[in-house]
C-alpha cells in the first residue's frame, strides 16, 4: 500500500485548502483513513479521519466545523478539506491507512503518506 498527500501550501488566515491522499494498492474497507499534523517538535496528532466501513467521520475539536474529510466514490483517494484556516493549523499533514476501525491514535496506522505542509499566515 502507498499514499501519496498532496495539496498543501501557504494561506492566510481565514483562507481554505483542500488535502488529497490517493492510495495505491489493497486498501481495507473496512478500516480507516485518517488525517494527522505534525508541527514543528511536536507527536503527530489526529485531525480527522473517515471510516471505510459506512464512511463514518471523526474531528479533533479544533477541526470540527471547519475541516470536512471525504472519500472519491471508488474510495482509493481522500480528501480533507480545511476551511477557515488558522495559524495553530500550520503543520506537514499526514495521511495514514488503518485496518482497524475509527482509531485515533497514530500507532493503530499501518501505512503512511510522506506529507504535505500547510502553513497559514496571520
Known amino acids: 500500500v502507498q499514499l501519496q498527500a498532496s495539496g498543501g501550501g501557504l494561506v492566510q488566515a481565514g483562507g481554505s485548502l483542500r488535502l488529497s491522499c490517493a492510495a495505491s494498492g489493497r486498501i481495507s474497507t473496512t478500516g480507516t483513513m485518517g488525517w494527522f499534523r505534525q508541527a514543528t517538535t511536536q507527536e503527530r496528532e489526529f485531525v480527522a479521519l473517515i471510516s471505510g466501513r459506512d464512511d463514518s467521520t471523526d474531528y479533533t475539536d479544533s477541526a470540527q466545523g471547519r475541516f470536512t474529510v471525504s472519500r472519491a466514490n471508488d474510495k482509493n483517494t481522500v480528501y480533507l478539506q480545511m476551511n477557515m484556516l488558522k495559524p495553530e493549523d500550520t503543520g506537514v499533514y499526514y495521511c495514514?491507512?488503518?485496518?482497524?476501525?475509527?482509531?485515533?491514535?497514530?500507532?493503530?496506522?499501518?501505512?503512511w503518506g510522506q506529507g504535505t505542509l500547510v502553513t497559514v499566515s496571520s
Open positions: 495514514g491507512a488503518s485496518i482497524l476501525r475509527a482509531v485515533r491514535h497514530p500507532n493503530a496506522y499501518d501505512y
